[in-house]
């Protein structure tokens, strides 16, 4: 790893988590394309997965804009794996559902995930692997909360 570090001061937290953030996309990608979906795919499998959502807040829970949102369900419903229906109480939204199918891939990767995850925090000592994943969940949470694309009410475009 290249550093980006002062030499004359703390370590450069946002290049650390850049770097990580980077590494784990890479790995994600890598796992799931032998399931023949993205990250991004994975994500909005598992949102619609929890219940009758719209399009629209699928996206917004995955942080994905109305333009990628709609060619990542063309994609997945392509595949087989969602379909998107009518909401019965307004007709102009489409609730997303995953098919059998896409319950199966969708559970593989859950699957590819967890081991991903598990060898990724393998690196830490067993008593800091819930300590730093706390620590994250309170920076997402506490400052970094609504500067994210991802949370809602975040930045857009970012």
Not at 47 to 59: E, F, H, K, M, V
């Amino acid at each position: 790893m290249t550093s980006c570090t002062p030499a004359d001061g703390p370590p450069d937290l946002l290049f650390l988590l850049s770097w990580a953030s980077h590494a784990l996309q890479a790995e994600h990608a890598a796992g799931l394309a032998g399931l023949g979906i993205s990250p991004r795919a994975h994500y909005v499998l598992a949102q619609a997965s929890t219940g009758d959502l719209t399009q629209r807040q699928i996206g917004e829970r995955c942080g994905v804009d109305k333009t990628t949102m709609v060619v990542t369900l063309d994609q997945l419903e392509r595949a087989g794996l969602a379909e998107r229906r009518p909401a019965p109480t307004d007709r102009r939204a489409r609730l997303v559902a995953v098919t059998p199918a896409g319950e199966r891939v969708l559970e593989q990767a859950r699957s590819v995930v967890s081991r991903i995850q598990d060898e990724v925090l393998a690196a830490l000592p067993a008593a800091d692997r819930d300590v730093f994943l706390r620590a994250l969940i309170a920076l997402v949470s506490g400052p970094l909360a609504n500067t994210s694309p991802y949370a809602p009410g975040g930045r857009p475009g970012c």
